[in-house]
């Protein structure tokens, strides 16, 4: 495959993020979104995180948040990145950036999705993410249809998510597409991932 960015997403359990961590993901996702499954209602449980000192990108995932909220979080577990999935503005993601956060803004794909819609965000946003559209904002486990991206001519690199599996072998070639986003397909319950599975994609997807 590919290779390139590796995001492990919608992790919760203290146990398992230990073990994700030494696969050595480029980051990992924190989802901080109550309508969620993989929600972290108690992120002082994770404040174990912070003694890391070779740690993957810590990414707080947020929808409609109050900038408060994000910063309030990262005073308790240290987020390196932030991303929105919700109708965030790019004055938003601007103002999470002036606090040293990288910011990856979601969008959800669909057919007849308008690629120009993440325009305003050029250059406010360092990654987006194009996932599968659905009323949860995110975490479905479905595939949209991958040719759309061909539509996609921004200059903004993105990750590639929604319904990535332990048995995806072909991925879009792309010169914007900067990784992949890895998530409930990867799952032994909500919230906990398969070290097992991620192996068999990761070796796939490192050429390893």
Not at 171 to 199: C, H, Y
Request: with cysteine.
């Amino acid at each position: 495959m590919t290779g390139g960015l590796v995001k492990i997403c919608g992790l919760r359990d203290p146990r398992n993020i230990l073990d994700v961590i030494q696969l050595k993901p480029d980051l990992i996702g924190l989802i901080f979104y109550p309508g969620s499954k993989r929600y972290i209602s108690n992120p002082e449980s994770l404040e174990f995180l912070n003694d890391f000192q070779d740690r993957p990108l810590v990414t707080g995932v947020f929808v409609n948040p109050e900038i408060g909220e994000i910063r309030n979080i990262s005073k308790i577990i240290k987020l390196d990145a932030i991303q929105l999935h919700g109708a965030e503005t790019p004055e938003f993601c601007e103002a999470l950036r002036t606090d040293n956060h990288i910011v990856i803004k979601a969008f959800g794909i669909e057919s007849g999705f308008d690629f120009s819609l993440s325009d305003p965000y050029r250059g406010h946003a360092d990654y987006f993410l194009f996932d599968t559209g659905t009323p949860g904002s995110g975490g479905s486990g479905k595939q949209f249809d991958w040719d759309l991206l061909d539509l996609y001519h921004g200059d903004t690199p993105y990750i590639l998510s929604g319904g990535i599996s332990p048995d995806t072998t072909i991925l879009p070639v792309s010169p914007q597409m900067a990784g992949v986003d890895l998530n409930s397909r990867f799952e032994t319950t909500p919230g906990v991932k398969s070290i097992d599975l991620l192996k068999k994609f990761l070796k796939k997807f490192r050429n390893e």
